[in-house]
């Protein structure tokens, strides 16, 4: 018999001594997330199952809002002109606090609950990075804050946001441009991982832009000198790139998608296209990097004797780091404790290594310390960053995966579709909400949290990167 004793039926978020250093709001948070325990899985699941890509997430939206409203929140939807993007508000006064929460999929990797890759259904979606999760668990934060509000214990404001299109278009963008976070003092954000940690690191600032090389279509065989190919253009430019990679510092990435390189081989193609991503540690070092590879296209229309045009998609700035937001919810994740996972689930994690090749040695759900903030942290990006350039930001990292699990893969779907992923939904429920709590009920912290945002802010004057017009909601 194991010796930790489970505080939920799904979930095992500390030991019953942990439990019993909780503060008595500790202890109704606790209480609040397991209340809501099964709908939330509920919610999770049907999001999960729904699998959603950029706004189309209009199932997946409309679940947590309605949840929010049937707890007696105030639900906005519809905001900053996306269908699926909505605000949903309890409470009055300070401090405001948000919590966001995402629930877009990937295209093309739909996987079963199971530990070897099999597609649920083939060719759709699946939530590879988590978001099913991540929008569940922040609406359970923001659920057990405001009945807490409810109660009298506490006063403020609880905002929950529902965030769509992480993946592709950035929806936060739009939604800072629309100035949702004006009123916020602090802003919360969690995110699925391999392992639990207060996370002080940045991300990487990001632009997307998509190239299309226009010609004039032609015989391959009959007539070939009447045509002028859109698909030279291409080649010629991503191997420009390709050349591009030798001179640039190792902090920058590159990417691109062909999205059109001709239909049919006996034709000259007459048009081509291109989907272009460039990173570095921070939007400074992209500039210059991005300005040069969209000259580039301009060389490779040239070569090839086309026409050319370069669409900005939109960018995002590197996460603003809050080390004394991330301390506050460090000392929550000490006394919440590791998961604990079952016999099944650790089988489950280890089968999932074993598929992908890595060391067999399951989850990884200690509490990492508060690290050092690095200076080039290097993985993803994520618009959250844009936030946190409006709005002191604290952010969460949560195991919901086995350690060194690929993400954005089958892998991870398969984990979010069942007790390894909700157990750790339900951890970062209790974790955002009991640092929040932290913040309502001392409002030195929250100044201390938003000095340390002025102070890295400086004087720098956010601008989205993002081209004129309304969100491109209609676009694939």
């Known amino acids: 018999m194991k010796k930790l004793i489970l505080l939920f039926f799904v979930v095992c978020t500390c030991s019953l001594s942990a439990q019993n250093k909780l503060s008595k709001h500790k202890k109704d948070i606790a209480a609040s997330v397991k209340k809501h325990e099964q709908k939330l899985i509920e919610l999770s699941d049907e999001i999960w199952a729904n699998a959603e890509i950029a706004f189309k997430e209009t199932k997946s939206s409309k679940l947590l809002a309605d949840y929010a409203e049937q707890n007696g929140f ?9 269908p699926t993007a909505f ?5 009055k006064g300070k401090p405001v606090i948000s919590v966001l929460g ?12 199971q530990p070897t890759k099999e597609p649920l259904n083939e060719g759709a979606g699946g939530h590879g990075c988590g978001h099913n999760l991540f929008g569940s668990g922040s609406l359970g934060a923001a659920i057990a804050i405001k009945e807490l509000m409810e109660a009298g214990k506490i006063k403020g404001t609880i905002k929950f946001m529902g965030t769509p299109a992480e993946e592709k278009f950035f929806g936060k963008l739009w939604m800072v441009e629309a100035g949702l976070w004006n009123d916020v003092d602090v802003n919360m954000s969690w995110h699925p991982s391999a392992e639990i940690k207060a996370d002080v690191q940045s991300s990487l600032a990001l632009v997307d832009f998509i190239v299309e090389f226009h010609g004039q279509a032609a015989h391959a ?10 698909s030279d253009a291409l080649e010629l430019y991503t191997t420009g790139i390709n050349y591009y990679r030798e001179h ?8 691109y998608h062909i999205q059109d390189g001709g239909q049919v081989v006996n034709v000259v193609p007459d048009y ?7 990173r570095n540690t921070d939007r400074e070092g992209m500039m210059p990097v991005y300005e040069q590879v969209v000259k580039m ?21 590197e996460v603003l780091v809050n080390r004394t937001g991330g301390a506050i919810m460090q000392k929550n994740l000490e006394l919440l404790g590791p998961i604990m996972y079952t016999e099944r689930e650790i089988a489950f994690g280890k089968k999932i290594q074993e598929v992908t090749q890595k060391p067999q040695v399951g989850m990884d759900s200690t509490i990492k310390p508060l690290e050092e903030t690095k200076e080039h942290p290097g993985g993803g990006s994520t618009d959250v960053g844009d936030v946190s350039w409006n709005v002191a930001n604290i952010n969460l990292g949560v195991t919901t995966a086995p350690k060194d699990t690929p993400w954005h893969s089958w892998a991870v779907v398969s984990c979010g579709g069942m007790s390894i992923g909700h157990k750790g939904m339900l951890y970062a429920s209790n974790a955002l909400a009991m640092t929040m709590l932290d913040l309502y009920e001392d409002p030195k912290k929250v100044e201390a949290v938003k000095a340390e945002y002025k102070e890295r802010k400086g004087n720098y004057e956010y601008r989205a990167i993002i081209p004129p017009g309304p969100p491109p909601i209609n676009k694939d």
């Open 221 to 230: 065989a009959g007539d070939p000198w009447n045509g002028r190919s859109a």
């Open 248 to 255: 640039v510092k190792p902090t920058v990435r590159m990417h």
């Open 272 to 278: 081509s296209k291109l989907w272009v991503r460039v």
């Open 297 to 317: 296209a301009e060389g490779a229309a040239i070569m090839a004797n086309v026409d050319y045009e370069v669409s900005l998609v939109s960018g995002l700035h």
């Open 87 to 91: 605000v949903a508000t309890y409470g």
């Open 74 to 82: 105030t639900v906005e939807r519809g905001v900053a002109g996306m």
């Open 102 to 113: 995402e629930f877009d999929a990937l295209p093309g990797i739909s996987q079963k609950a």
